[in-house]
């Protein structure tokens, strides 16, 4: 585990998952898989809490093993979990990884996203040495898009295909 890391603007903080946190991780995916599940496949009707407690510890032993590092997105005052940020797909021959992120359906709109990607980016250029971090986001999830390019990434090309799950027999 991490101990000690955390990042914050104030309005939301982001820290490793911890043993403590399956109740409110499967509580958030829960509520969120009407909105969430068409884009990330593992948070679907059946999600159990087993799935949630196997996915804390599988992240603290990835942050142990410099695999992903994945991050709470909690709310400042109230500690609530509102989603996920992830860094992950780490190349550290050219110093790039994926981030990825999702938030809560109940706290959606409201900038979270936003804010989660920008620390968990500069955690990434600043801790990790990366000098590139990729968001690759379905050419259908515009709310995504949206989060992406309100955080500053800029979208460089369409790469059909690339994230299989989403691949349809008729995109061209």
């Known amino acids: 585990m991490a101990p000690g890391i955390e990042l914050t603007d104030g309005r939301i903080r982001l820290r490793p998952f911890e043993p403590g946190d399956e109740d409110a991780f499967f509580a ?5 898989v009407a909105e969430v599940s068409k884009w990330l496949p ?3 009707p059946g999600y159990s809490r087993d799935e ?9 032993e990835a942050w142990e093993n410099d695999a992903h590092y994945s991050f709470a997105i909690l709310e400042a005052g109230s500690g609530r ?7 992950n797909h780490l ?7 994926n981030l990825g992120y999702w938030v809560r359906t109940s706290a959606a709109g409201r900038g979270v ?11 990434g250029f600043e801790s990790l040495g990366l000098f590139r971090i990729e968001i690759v986001v379905d050419v259908g999830n515009e709310p995504s898009l949206r989060v992406a390019e309100k955080a500053g990434a800029v979208r460089e ?3 059909r295909n690339r994230l299989g799950c989403f691949a349809r027999p008729n995109d061209a």
């Not at 958030?28 to 969120?32: D, G, H, L, N």
């Not at 949630?52 to 603290?60: D, F, T």
């Not at 979990?81 to 860094?87: K, Q, R, V, Y």
């Not at 996203?113 to 955690?123: I, S, Y």
């Open 28 to 32: 958030a995916a829960r509520e969120s």
């Open 42 to 44: 593992w948070c679907r």
């Open 52 to 60: 949630a407690a196997a996915w804390i510890a599988a992240c603290a």
């Open 81 to 87: 979990l509102l989603g996920g940020a992830d860094l």
């Open 91 to 97: 190349n550290r021959v050219h110093h790039f990884a």
């Open 113 to 123: 996203a936003t804010a989660a990607v920008r620390l968990a980016a500069r955690f």
């Open 157 to 159: 090309g369409i790469l």
